[in-house]
T-cell receptor, first 114, second 110 residues
Framework: EAQVTQNPRYLITVTGKKLTVTCSQN?????MSWYRQDPGLGLRQIYY???????DKGDVPEGYKVSRKEKRNFPLILESPSPNQTSLYFC?????????????FGEGSWLTVV | SQQGEEDPQALSIQEGENATMNCSYK?????LQWYRQNSGRGLVHLIL?????REKHSGRLRVTLDTSKKSSSLLITASRAADTASYFC??????????FGPGTRLSVLP
């Protein structure tokens, strides 16, 4: 089954404690992306990756890091989380081929920073 | 990147009525997609329309695309309470980044 898997799904953490949200897809997709969703603000893109070792900033990259060492994985790293990073996070993937434009989303990760 | 912008931001209708929401974008595209999000869940792909298509149907969904006006509309006919969700458009071209608009929040009242 085609899947984008995020972990953890729910997390409460404290300010300044480094955390990583993992994302894995089983569809051999080249493109992966992270979004955050806050009430009234829709989906805002944090970082995206067009392929292994190729990453680029989205609209709200501050306070986040990513890496793309393998095609299937695209972890989101919060080096020093702050309360304004409390949000619902989504990972997504798709192929970059001509027919592969459907974007597949994970179920989301609820992150609370206190 | 290319961005779609949905309109209206929120829409409230009675069950059985039709719901129409619109998406405008700024640059040339190869295709436009609509997604649905139930509260707090991941987005789910609904329908894709290519730039050389003007209209597409899928069940109770009808999507139109006007590339001259850089706009698209999503029509949900005979809406049901279960259609209550947020709807997003995404625009892009092959090999490019996709960006989503803020979405339309649809409430279908029983």
């Amino acid at each position: 089954e085609a899947q984008v898997t995020q972990n953890p799904r729910y997390l409460i953490t404290v300010t300044g404690k480094k955390l990583t949200v993992t994302c894995s897809q089983n569809m051999n997709h080249e493109y992966m992306s992270w979004y955050r969703q806050d009430p009234g603000l829709g989906l805002r893109q944090i970082y995206y990756s067009m392929n292994v070792e190729v990453t680029d900033k989205g609209d709200v990259p501050e306070g986040y890091k990513v890496s793309r060492k393998e095609k299937r994985n695209f972890p989101l790293i919060l080096e020093s989380p702050s309360p304004n990073q409390t949000s619902l996070y989504f990972c997504a993937s798709r192929t970059t081929g001509a027919q592969g434009n459907t974007i597949y989303f994970g179920e989301g990760s609820w992150l609370t920073v206190v | 990147s290319q961005q779609g912008e949905e309109d209206p931001q929120a829409l409230s209708i009675q069950e059985g009525e039709n719901a129409t929401m619109n998406c405008s974008y700024k640059t040339s595209i190869n295709n436009l997609q609509w997604y649905r999000q139930n509260s707090g869940r991941g987005l789910v792909h609904l329908i894709l329309i290519r730039s050389n298509e003007r209209e597409k149907h899928s069940g109770r969904l009808r999507v139109t695309l006007d590339t001259s006006k850089k706009s698209s509309s999503l029509l949900i006919t005979a809406s049901r309470a279960a259609d209550t969700a947020s709807y997003f458009c995404a625009t892009g071209s092959y090999g490019q980044n996709f960006v989503f608009g803020p979405g339309t929040r649809l409430s279908v009242l029983p």
